[in-house]
């Protein structure tokens, strides 16, 4: 199992993240689904390092599946979208 730093998002024409993305690692981006099922089965953990401390990215239940999320100051808002944002081709064109 890998701790995997999450530095961006890619989110969809709704404003939900549909991609956790870190262009400083191996991984680079790695979708919504995929997010969810590597920490649902343990294989990988993702967090974010905010100043204050870093926080882990959780898979919850909403009212239209799940999703991904971060309680830094435990706001009902989620904080992973204030994280930056990129386009998936910035995060996918790096790998090449």
């Known amino acids: 199992m890998a701790n995997r730093e999450v530095r961006a998002v890619l989110l969809d024409e709704v404003g939900h ?19 969810i099922l590597d920490i649902e089965t343990g294989r990988h953990k993702y967090f ?15 009212p239209h599946g799940k999703y991904l999320r971060t309680d830094r100051d435990f706001a009902p808002a989620n904080d992973l979208a204030s994280l930056p944002c990129v386009e998936s081709s910035q995060l996918r064109d790096e790998v090449a």
């Open 17 to 35: 993240v549909s991609a956790l993305g870190n262009d400083k690692s191996p991984w680079k981006q790695v979708s919504r689904e995929e997010a």
């Open 48 to 62: 974010v390092q905010w100043p204050e401390r870093r926080t882990v990215v959780l898979a919850v239940y909403g």
